[in-house]
């Protein structure tokens, strides 16, 4: 039996047209024994009934499909549209027209979702901005108020008290820098200098300056085995040692006394080469890894705040690495250790 599911409104009008004559064209010619005078019965009424179907369909639902239409673009009709409406939009099966308002139902739903998830990380993402400001105004806020009650005339804690403050004071200032960097990340306000150079050394280099730090806790950095080949990169050095800074202090703050960092370097195609640092240290759980590079996401808080920093070095290293086009990922276990890589283009 033919299938009606993909007719156009005329081909739908013809095909009920159709089987209605046929019945009254038979009846006719039982009638009349005649068979000229069924087959202008038939004929006839063919043409009224495919008139009549037609002009129902057009005059009546797809009047209520245009307007359906009309919704879903929410545009007031250009000369284009309404050429749309009135030769195209007729010639589309009921099918067609069910699966454009199928379509954009899912694209409604879709940007529902979307909505909603970025309603839910902006309200989390201001809790902990008031919480990151918070912290170190009410230490300012201790600190001056004692000095101002009495403190202050008493010379075993009024130093003490003013270089506590200045170190949230600095904090605060850090912050701040922070995210007025990513702001300006994300709206592209930095362009790239890029240029190239030996990744290797810029590793070192990064290694060097945090040596300090590194040597408060004994942890070993090193290069792996087999990745000490100097291998040259093309992208914005200043920037690209940012991230490998961010992610050497993670690990310094993170890893273990007497532990060990290490980086890896490896061509994975001709055009790119992929940089990990890894370390030995307390590890992220599972759960925490899709959300690790959120601005102010902190997998343990009360350990973190204990660390310090200011919680969007993993963002700022994120936006730096996909302005330049490239990606960044993160593997981890707990107790075991972490390692954050990310791609960079090759020369």
């Keep these: 039996m033919l299938s009606t599911k993909n007719l156009s409104p005329q081909q739908l009008s013809l095909y009920t047209a159709t089987i209605l004559s046929i019945p009254i064209g ?12 069924a087959l202008v019965a038939f004929f006839i009424t ?8 037609q002009f129902t369909l057009e005059r009546f639902i797809y009047r209520k499909i245009k307007l359906i239409y009309k919704f879903i673009y929410q545009t007031k ?18 099918d067609e ?82 995210l007025d960097e990513i702001s300006r990340l994300e709206s592209g306000e930095q362009p790239l200098q890029k240029k190239n150079f030996v990744i290797q050394d810029l590793v070192r280099e990064a ?19 087999g990745c000490e080949t100097p ?7 200043e920037k690209i040692r940012q991230v490998i800074i961010n992610l050497v202090s993670n690990s310094i703050k993170y890893g273990n006394v007497d532990g060990s960092i290490v ?7 001709s055009n790119h080469a992929l940089v990990e640092i890894s370390d030995d240290g307390i590890g992220i759980a599972e759960e925490h890894l899709p959300r690790i590079f959120e601005r102010f996401y902190r997998t343990d808080r009360g350990r973190s705040r204990e660390v310090g920093g200011s919680g969007i070095g993993l963002a700022i290293a994120k936006h730096i690495v996909e302005a330049h086009g490239q990606t960044i990922h993160v593997r981890s276990k707990l107790d075991i250790g972490t390692t954050v890589g990310f791609t960079l283009e090759r020369r």
């Design 26 to 37: 038979l009846g006719f010619l039982v009638v009349s024994t005649d068979w000229w005078i």
């Design 97 to 178: 027209v069910r699966l454009d308002v199928e379509k954009w139902a899912e694209q409604k739903r879709e940007e529902i979702e979307v909505l909603k998830n970025n309603e839910a990380y902006r309200k989390e993402f201001l809790q902990n901005l008031a919480h990151e400001f918070k912290t170190p105004i009410f230490a300012i806020q201790g600190y001056v108020d004692t000095l101002l009650e009495g403190a202050l005339d008493n010379p075993a804690v009024n130093k003490r008290f003013l270089e506590n403050a200045a170190k949230n004071v600095d904090r605060m200032v850090t912050l701040v820098s922070d």
């Design 77 to 94: 009709a250009s000369k284009r549209e309404e050429t749309y409406y009135k030769y195209i939009l007729p010639q589309k099966s009921i």
């Design 46 to 53: 063919l043409g009224g009934s495919y008139w009549l179907i």
């Design 231 to 237: 291998l040259t990169v093309y992208a914005d050095k």
């Design 207 to 225: 290694f060097d300056s945090l040596s300090i730090k590194t040597a408060e806790k004994n942890i070993k950095c090193s290069f792996k085995k």
């Design 263 to 269: 980086a890896s370097i490896y061509k994975t195609d």
